[in-house]
């Protein structure tokens, strides 16, 4: 009897363990790598934009929580594509955490003016060079409130990669629209997940 209490328990205790070894892993997160961007600049976030690049908005009318979200406005063109980036550089990041990474965001409209397209990137360097990009695809915003999305990367990472830094980035698109017509959205609580399917 005895014997088989401390086989139970030690399968339990296995059970256990495992699972918290499986626990997703927050790389970015609300107070993470200023992921709810509360910070005084965008840093670590970087923008490049062909139009205005992205600026942090302190209207509380326009943050989904806490007291800043980031504003990005593209003006429509008839005759090119016009994009805006969003991204940072996340270091150490250890492949034997996950081999899949999902993002995650709010978004809403502005002033109920269309919410250009949104995709992404994530970038896995290695050795200081670009190793694999894998895109990263998921839901369209519906309507203008505030709502979350999530993107998670179309591939798994390469067992071949040996961590270290990876890149996210965050693609704001406008194809051919009408000239001058403005497409803006406030974003806000961006997350980046690592975890084991």
């Known amino acids: 009897m005895k014997k088989s209490i401390v086989i139970t328990l030690a399968a339990l205790w296995l059970g256990v363990s495992a699972g ?13 790598l200023n992921g709810g961007f509360e910070a005084a600049t965008l840093k670590p976030w970087f923008g490049q934009s062909d139009a205005p690049g992205p600026s942090l908005e302190s209207d509380p009318a326009l ?7 980031v504003h990005i406005q593209l003006n429509g063109s008839a005759n090119r594509r016009v994009t805006a980036r969003l991204f940072q550089n996340v ?7 996950g081999n899949h990474f999902v993002v995650k965001f709010d978004v809403a409209a502005v002033k109920g003016r269309p919410i250009p397209a949104i995709v992404g990137e994530l970038v896995l360097f290695e050795d200081g060079a670009v190793m694999k990009t894998l895109p990263l695809r998921g839901g369209k915003p519906e309507g203008t409130d505030w709502q979350t999305l999530e993107l998670s990367a179309a591939d798994e990472i390469p067992v071949e990669w040996k961590g270290g830094q990876l890149q996210v980035r965050l693609v704001f698109v406008v194809d051919r629209g009408a000239d001058g017509t403005a497409h803006e959205l406030l974003l806000d609580n961006v997350e980046l997940v690592q975890s084991r399917l």
């Open 91 to 97: 270091n150490k990041v250890n492949p034997a955490s």
């Open 63 to 69: 943050v989904k929580e806490g007291k800043q979200s």
């Open 20 to 32: 918290f070894a499986e626990a997703p892993s927050l790389l970015i997160g609300k107070d993470l």
